[in-house]
């Protein structure tokens, strides 16, 4: 049973810092390459970065670029999303996706909110 579980969300004032984790079960995690996305009330969802299966590459949104940092862990099956300085408007749902030669999972979300 393929099974993404994001953690880590919560409220925090504008300036501060989270760490989400995505533990991945039941599928090969290091064969495929894993991103962030988020979603915020009203609009569509969008990526926010990406990482390759070895974690040897990455890529980052613009809005995000120098303020999060994706990694991975293959050893424990766990890709991180480090979101340092953070912004209100980066308040959204963030999810989790495993991708593969079309083969696609999707974790449940971890509520991100921004305020003071």
């Known amino acids: 049973q393929v099974q993404l579980v994001e953690s880590g969300g919560g409220l925090v004032q504008p300036g501060g810092s989270l760490r989400l984790s995505c533990a991945a079960s039941g599928f090969t995690f290091s064969s495929y390459v894993m991103s962030w996305y988020r979603q915020a009330p009203g609009k569509e969802r969008e990526l926010v970065a990406t990482?390759?299966?070895?974690?040897?590459?990455?890529n980052y949104a613009g809005s995000v670029k120098g303020r999060f940092t994706i990694s991975r862990d293959n050893a424990k099956n766990t890709v991180y999303l480090q979101m340092n300085s953070l912004k209100p408007e980066d308040t959204a749902v963030y999810y989790c996706?495993?991708?593969?030669?079309?083969?696609?999972?999707w974790g449940q979300g971890t509520q991100v909110t921004v305020s003071s």
């Open positions: 990482i390759t299966s070895g974690g040897g590459s990455t």
């Open positions: 996706k495993a991708a593969r030669l079309g083969r696609v999972y």
